[in-house]
Antibody, heavy 121, light 107 residues
Framework: QLQLQESGPGLVKPSETLSLTCSVS??????????WGWIRQPPGKGLEWIGS???????YYNPSLKSRVTISVDTSKNHFSLKLISVTAADTAVYYC?????????????WGQGTLVTVSS | EIVLTQSPGTLSLSPGERATLSCRAS???????LAWYQQKPGQAPRLLIY???SRATGIPDRFSGSGSGTDFTLTISRLEPEDFAVYYC????????FGGGTKVEIK
């Protein structure tokens, strides 16, 4: 059974960089059938896709966040990571990592439990 | 970017009733790229429907999806107590977006 687990600081100061890692177990990040993605959810609000990455390193980002986001994958450690620079209070959210099934269908079939990141001084 | 508008924002129903949730896209979406999720408080979303009408593994047959083009529907034929939750649609087109969600609450 595939499992994903987010890890990283729960508190980040404004203007600093948010860094999270998603560890994958029970499956491989090198599988060609999937992307690996990040989604966030501000408290009491809806879901927002941040971006996704293929095992080759090709990444795709939400246009609204693209200037601040980098997603990378380390297949040797079977994990992928998120960096979001210049954070503000608006970046406070639960951050989820998830597996995105690719062609011919696109949907997130496995999710991590989520981790709350608060941006505050 | 394709915007998904879900309606109603909140649906107040009783157990046993039928729930009909709408997801409208600002541009045509391939049915292959439309999915639905259920989210309960404090939990990650769970995949219900993919390809607009295919149930994910382990999803009861009271959940069904339909639609094409810009109009998609999630139907719960008879609400069970565990179905009261928030539901999101999601599309993959030139980017990936989620709808704003519909909360199904107990009347």
């Amino acid at each position: 059974q595939l499992q994903l687990q987010e890890s990283g600081p729960g508190l980040v100061k404004p203007s600093e960089t948010l860094s999270l890692t998603c560890s994958v177990s029970g499956g491989s990040t090198t599988s060609g059938n999937y992307y690996w993605g990040w989604i966030r959810q501000p408290p009491g609000k809806g879901l927002e896709w941040i971006g996704s990455i293929y095992y080759s390193g090709n990444a795709y980002y939400n246009p609204s966040l693209k200037s601040r986001v980098t997603i990378s994958v380390d297949t040797s450690k079977n994990h992928f990571s998120l960096k979001l620079i210049s954070v503000t209070a608006a970046d406070t959210a639960v951050y989820y990592c998830a597996r995105l099934t690719r062609l011919p269908l696109y949907y997130f079939d496995y999710w991590g439990q989520g981790t709350l990141v608060t941006v505050s001084s | 970017e394709i915007v998904l508008t879900q309606s109603p924002g909140t649906l107040s129903l009783s157990p046993g009733e039928r729930a009909t949730l709408s997801c409208r896209a600002s541009q045509s979406v391939s049915s292959s790229y439309l999915a639905w999720y259920q989210q309960k408080p404090g939990q990650a979303p769970r995949l219900l429907i993919y390809g607009a009408s295919s149930r994910a593994t382990g999803i009861p047959d009271r959940f069904s999806g339909s639609g094409s083009g810009t109009d998609f529907t999630l139907t719960i034929s008879r609400l069970e107590p565990e179905d009261f939750a928030v539901y999101y649609c999601q599309q993959y087109g030139n980017s990936l977006t989620f709808g704003g969600g519909t909360k199904v609450e107990i009347k």
